[in-house]
């Protein structure tokens, strides 16, 4: 691991792998809702807290941030 990167939870690992799935970019926002957003908010939270995502108006609305998105290429 290199100087200054970020060590991700297996929460937060996991958020990225849905960001994936869904194939989003920076600027593309993803939704988390019901059991999903439950069981991903502290993630979500520490993340845009990391500058990895960027809580959107929309509730439970996410987009990942360009940090986010390299991150998201080297976790999954």
């Not at 799935?21 to 957003?37: E, K, S």
């Amino acid at each position: 691991m290199e100087k200054g990167e970020t060590v991700l939870t297996e929460t937060e690992q996991s958020v990225l792998r849905t960001f994936r799935q869904y194939l989003i970019t920076p600027g593309q926002m993803l939704c988390f809702a019901g059991p999903n957003f439950k069981k991903y908010r502290t993630a979500l939270r520490n993340m845009t807290d990391k500058d990895l995502l960027i809580e959107e108006r929309f509730k439970g609305g996410y987009s990942l941030t360009d940090a986010g998105f390299a991150a998201m290429k080297e976790y999954t």
